[in-house]
């Protein structure tokens, strides 16, 4: 992956925010650079256009809220899924994109999706506790994964697509080998989940997963210290796994990735980027944040505020713009590079 | 407290004195003995009889009447979960409700509750007593007010249990001035009290013997000296005693296993369990609580959770009381100090609202497969049938065949059973 010309972190700064109507919970960047489409609190589908914020609404594809979206490889269809426990595909540059077709994916909500790197195979984990593999082309179930126990969190395709990595609630971090639908290790990420005996509840869970460019390492980002999870508060935390370490010590976390100073925060979405650093978003009473580690030191070398708290995050295939998912109704985008003159 | 025999209250009149006298023909005049001469059958007999009992399920925290009872999919304030039709045509709740909304033939919905009162402490004690908290009086919870006024006069249990998630158990101080006899017995996590298992160092004709010569000396004392302390110190002596005959009708191990897997295993599941033992065993009173719903970070998660266990235990529960004909004497109570915000925050929390939420009802004189009162499109306000603490309470006593406009007499002190400046709600009585 080459650095791209001007990227700099420290010089990150907010370029555009465009409105909609409610507060966002998902966005992502279409493969083509073009678009970014943004799930809501409502059954809707938002897309925007990069060049210049203009909004089209996507309608029909949902009973309710939009969580998670995918797209095929050339980016000419899009796929959300909601809570539902519906997956649509949507012809992502029509001018009035229709559904093309919807599907029953999971009993209760579809937590995750994510879209091989051949494009083939599209992953997604919801609350019935089930891993699903489909065929992206047509919607059809391929393989089903149902080893965990609770709610799956999220899934990610390590990048040769041989491997499909699943989190869930109680930080169980398991490794699928897609074609023989069999598990081959199971990670231990328990630090991500805690159960809280006074107030009775179990918390945490892995809320987003990423494996480096070369295959050699994941992430798994979500929270600790959640001294009250009712009352929201708890700290980002994010576990880096050796993949190439197959021992029964590389099933432990090489580090921990925290930070410092943000009592509220939960690692909502991370992202390798060029540079081989690691950038997590965190969303919580301290506010959004975009996070910046490198991979061989425990604390964040960089923290970029966003104007206000974001749920989800993504990079363009431009490896400099940034957009976020704001509770404020605001979808963004962030540079990271000096502003151009 | 003194007891003023002389005085002929009804405080004395209707419990202590009845349970003694009952208790002295049966003994041939050993007053101190008092609930030591009860035997099961008495218990067993009054399955059979028209004894109305109550049931409190307290969603602790704050229960959100929007992942419940009053769901607005597909609003502002709707949030992620659709509502599901029930057994009731027309009436819809939460799909986090699925088995129970297979019961809602069995159940009322109260859906216009406003108790105008947002903080945790304040609201569980309107809640629960019907009234609002002043620094001049302290009010007996309900499950207080049913054990003096549903408990048959002979029966030798306990007739206000509250079942905790957890602790050790003991006496509660819930009772106000109707005293300590009718102070909750507490099941810390579904355990039988705390020591009525007699130590096996003690034989028990050794036992025996001792309690003989307790009465004996305590009789002696009480022709001299019979005050509220002593009566009380006494009752709670003899109530220990029956505790420790009748240990078994506390242990929901003895309930079939089929039904434990059926009720859930986990805590609520079996405490559920433990209260169907209870309230067929007799007691008058029980009052369990699930936690936790002050949700006001990732309240659904939390609510999926949550509901889902007590969604399993819960219809259980309803659909066995129904099948077994006790919900005709039965009154269920699902309540919470308040309910939560229609506005989702930041954190996909919610946050204290008292002004539109709902409690849930069944058995008894409660109207079968209804619904009383409305909120608005995104649930902020009530639009119809309001109703608050202290109409609900005196509802929760009439259907239970309470006269909630009495009074107890207290010391020869008139003490309104239930807040006289409202009353029952007439809908929601059949």
Redesign the interface.
Known sequence: MTVPEGFDVKQAHVVSEWTHD??LNACRFDPSGRYAFCGS???MVGRFLLADGTRTLCSGGH???V?AIAYSKDGSQAISA???GKMTWWEAAAAEPKPLRTVDAHQ??VRTLDVSPDGTLLASGG?DNAVRVWNTADGSLLKEFSSHLR?VYNVAFDPTGQFLFSGDLTGALKQWDVAAAKEVRSFDATALHSYN?G?????GGIRSIAISPNGRWLVAGGLHKASN????VHEPLVLLFDLQNKTEEGLKPVRQLITEGIPGGVIWRLKWLADGSIMGLS???TGGLLLFWKPDAEKDYHRFALPS?ARDMDLHPDGLQVATAH?DRHLRITRLAAKEA | MQIKYACQSIEHGMARRQFLGTAAAVTGGLVAGGLGVFSQRAVAGQLKSDQKRIVVFNMH?GLSQLESWDPK??T?T?????AIPTSVPGIHISELLPLTAQQMHHLCLARGVNTSEDDHGKGAYMMLTGRRQTPAANFPQLGAVAAKSLTPSDSSLPGHIVIT??GAGGRGNDSAYLGPMYSSVSLGNGNPPQNTARPDTIAEASDAARQDFRRKINERFLNRRRTAVTEAFAYSFEQAEQLMRQRDVFDVTKEPASDVERYGTHDFGRHCLLARRLLEQGITFVQLSH??Y?????NFN?H???MGEFDRSFSCFVADLAERGLLDSTLIVVLSEFGRTPN?N??Y?RDHWSRAWSVCLAGCRIPRGAVYGSTNENGTEVTDGQVDHGSLFHTYLQAAGVDSTGSFDIEGREMPIADPSTGAVAQLLS
């Open positions: 409610r507060p609190e409502d059954a009973l309710t809220w969580r909601g809570c539902d209760g909500w609350n709610h005996g107030q009775q509840v179990d918390f999870p009712l009352g929201a969303g919580g009473s708290l509770h | 925290g999919p597909g502002d709707g949030g992620p979960f659709l998630p957890g936690s936790n002050d949700t006001h970070n990732e939390f999926i959770e949550q989702i930041l954190y929390g």
